[in-house]
């Protein structure tokens, strides 16, 4: 859902969290700056720092456990329960 006026503070981070999988250009329109990428970027960092933060990319708010959801596994198991 796109926002009418920009997000500031943490409603900001959370959203940008939030929506960082998905690219930079959907996570600045999300936000509501349109696609004003830097000016989406220079809000963010500066909340960032405000709660004690430093990001240098959208990249650095996706943790690990977002990444690791994405990793496809493989499955190895036999074929019946009698050829353990």
Request: charged content about 20%; hydrophobic content about 35%.
């Amino acid at each position: 859902m796109t926002t009418s006026k920009p997000l500031t503070g943490i409603e900001l981070i959370d959203c940008a969290k939030a929506n960082a999988k998905q690219g930079i250009a959907n996570a600045t329109q999300l936000s509501g700056y349109g696609n004003d990428v830097d000016k989406f970027m220079e809000e963010l960092q500066a909340a960032c720092h405000k709660i004690g933060v430093n990001i240098d990319s959208l990249s650095d708010l996706i943790t690990e456990q977002q990444q690791l959801k994405q990793i496809p596994g493989l499955e190895i198991a036999p074929d019946s329960e009698s050829s353990l």
